[in-house]
């Protein structure tokens, strides 16, 4: 297959390229910062947020380096094994370790896992 | 003799002929660590009442003539391998109070067998480093030098067996987090091909690129290990069929003619001069061995750590969900669900952690995805084919397993980009998920330990531990 691809990041058209650069060539805000900590529900001071904004700018900043890359036409590898589809039967299992288990939980009730309602 | 400076191979053999006991080496190990772990830190938890107690049964097993290689010898476990009834903190805070319920799969067979475990070693945080600086219980110094990082992110599995506190390590490398500590520490570290033993109760990092593999003092310890930990399981789909030889026996058979590629574009590098000689020494001897010396090309290798520090912080973002306060582990004090979750996860992970978890979340969100996880994946097989096209011409690769020896604690740790690049020999292997070993190649004129790590292909774990046994001998 990668024969068949252009190699290059020379042979594509000066639009596609400017795009694609345009892209990676962003550096992240700290209020970008502050959207993805929200998303990942990690609750940042403002200093982590500003320390973040630089070192992940300057790691964001490095990976331009895979435009240099053609890969028109090459499919990803999400997992090297080349498995799909590798099933068992549905069939429900007696665990036997309830009791190891609520010894985990940080809150109890009842044998009841305890949380703050979802919907407050 | 000191029995805690014993190999697997002479372990196995002593406690066989009735020499001394697993007692005796346990009690000799435990006296390791009490000696020497509250320098180096390469234990976060040691059961002492509870290994001899383990020895004791395991003592028994081999009084009555049963048990196998690994019968009765102490071992350590990287803190982000879940074992059975044994704290398991992940070197992060917010699993400091976990208590498995369960062993991984791996360590399951080894305990199944009688192998004694004594602790659970300090790592970089759920796996994020390459120092052992990333550790919310303080950072590992190298054996060799306690001025130096032991690397990471297994620097207390590699500094464990470096400093003879245990017979063996179980580790877990997702892009070198076994092999540039056990080069940095002077022992044998294997990195298994993907898929061929199971992630089953490993913490996970990366689905994708995650394997677990032992540390060790020779090859052949590593190639004992392999043969009980190896295999299928049901428990993790990823896990491959295919069955695997006896590894220890294979190191015998015949190396003359064995190719052996030097890829230029791990020593273009600006690796460190004298990295590059103990290499280049170790290729030398094993020329004059009867191999075949070849140099190729690997022309993507300059892209791989790009590549890894996407597909690894998307996976890993992904992963990481599941450490929320809500079910298990440390939770926070909050009022609502969204402050339960976001000041747990803040208190619980270390900046490293967090980095991370953003980088992913980014490179994950809309927009993005394409630009990012997409790209990274398709150079990915980019790379993976480099790897297959080279091994039609040789049957192995040998490269430094890091362009440096240890650098100093506090030298790198400020600077992520400095530490992402530390990987930059050992992250296309684990990219293409290639079997990859670090076995120590020589030391510096300062005494620090270099390592050499040798490649090869997919499923060709025996030919790379009968190449790095050359090396170790």
Known sequence: MIKNCPATAGSRSRREKFKIVNFLFMSISVEEVKKIARLARIELTPEEEKRHAETISAVLDYMKILNEVGTTGVEPTFQVTGLQDVTRIDEAKDSQIVEELIAQMPKVKERELEVPGVFE | MDLN???IKQAADGLKKGKFTSVDLTEAC?????LRNEEINAFITVREEEALEEAKKADEILQAGEGNVLTGLPFSVKDAICTKGVRSTGSAKILDNYVPPFDATVIKKIREVGGVLIGKT???AFGHGASNENSMYGPVRNPHDLLKVAGGSSGGAAASVADDMCIYAIAEDTGGSIRQPASFCGVVGLRPSYGRNSRYGIMPMASSLDTVGPITKTVEDAALVMELIAGRDPLDATTVADKFPAYAKELKKDISGLKIGVPRE??????DAEVNEITRKQ???LSKMGCVIKEVSLPHTKYAIAAYYIIVPSEDSSNLGRLDGVRYGVRAKADSLYDLYAKSR???????????????TYALSAGYYDAYYK???QVRTLIKQDFDEIFKEVDVLITPTSPYPAFGLGEKAQDTLALYLADIMVSPAAVAG???ISVPGGNTAKGLPVGVQIIGPRLGESLVLRVANLINK
Do not use: W
């Not at chain 2, 791990?266 to 690796?271: A, D, L, N, S």
């Open chain 2, 434 to 436: 290639m079997p990859a």
């Open chain 2, 30 to 34: 435990l006296k390791r660590i009490k």
């Open chain 2, 266 to 271: 791990y020593f273009e590098i600006g690796t």
């Open chain 2, 122 to 124: 300090n790592c970089d």
């Open chain 2, 5 to 7: 400076t014993l190999s």
């Open chain 2, 375 to 377: 790209k990274a994946q």
């Open chain 2, 283 to 285: 290729i030398d001897k």
């Open chain 2, 346 to 360: 803040e208190q619980g992970f270390p900046e490293e952690v967090k980095r991370r978890i953003l980088i992913g």
